[in-house]
């Protein structure tokens, strides 16, 4: 159920608060349950229309993108990580199709802020009938309306991905598990910001490298840009620690920062990295300190 409300929203904290609400919702309907469904259709009823009313009251989110847009986390504020270790719970704990929809590929940033630009039902009817694979009947009911009106959703939704990105899933898919070599990477990663080297990370940066920093900050593209952005934040905040983590199925790297009246390093920054060819293609960074006790990540050190 948080998966799911992730998926609709982007927002880690507000799939906290709309899970919240669907149990609310439940109790103080359930005199009203008939049994017509499993309770597991009505609970996810109940989220999805949840979920809607949220993005019809939001604006930014309501629309979609125009057409030909690129999906870009600087253009979506409310995108947030989602940390590994409560997906991994949920491979293990949950059966299919429960399981099958939280792999790798359908929870990558690049897969989220994909269909962050379809318009509310439709990416409502992607999640259910691609991702947990509910039956197009199933789905009609759960957002009142018809099987004709879901398989249309489908099918726009599907063209709208194409168009925007042929390769599919190939585009979405994270790296696979990190090898020595990734390893490797992700040392010198650290050892650069810890002892203020950008010069080393840009280093291992490919030429086509994009850095977005969010929520609403700014994005570089191409390896020259995104060089004077890191010589730049990797020097002038102050000193670094960096912890290694992983989101969304994606090596990822906790950032301390000490400043220079500071006499501990705080939560600053995680940065979501894809890794290709032996070199960063993506740096994604969330400024966002609250989100680090979610990753289970200290409050200082």
Known sequence: ??????????????????????FLRAWRSRENF???????TWLYRIATNACLDTLRRDARRAAGAPSGTEPSVAAMPWLQPYPDALLAELATDQPDPEAT????????LAFLAAIQLLPPRQRAVLILRDLLTWPAAEVAALIDTTV?????????????LHHRWPRGRLDWS???????????LLQRYIAAHEQADPEALIAVLHEDVRLTISPAIGQWIGREQVARALRDGMT????WRLLPTTANGQPTLAG???RPTDEAYHPFVL?????????????????QPSMFPAFGLPTSL
């Open 1 to 22: 159920m948080h998966v799911h409300c992730y998926r609709m929203l982007g927002s880690y904290d507000e799939a906290e608060d709309h899970v919240q609400e669907v």
């Open 34 to 40: 008939q049994g017509r469904s499993s309770a597991r």
């Open 101 to 108: 929809a939280v792999s790798r590929e359908t929870i990558s």
């Open 148 to 160: 004709p009106a879901v398989n249309s959703a489908l099918q726009r939704a599907h063209a709208t």
């Open 174 to 184: 994270p790296a696979t598990e990190p090898d020595a070599e990734q390893s490797r």
């Open 236 to 239: 002038t905040l102050g000193r």
């Open 256 to 258: 301390y920062l000490r």
């Open 271 to 287: 940065s979501v990295l894809h890794i290709e060819y032996g070199r960063l293609t993506d740096i994604t960074a969330f400024e």
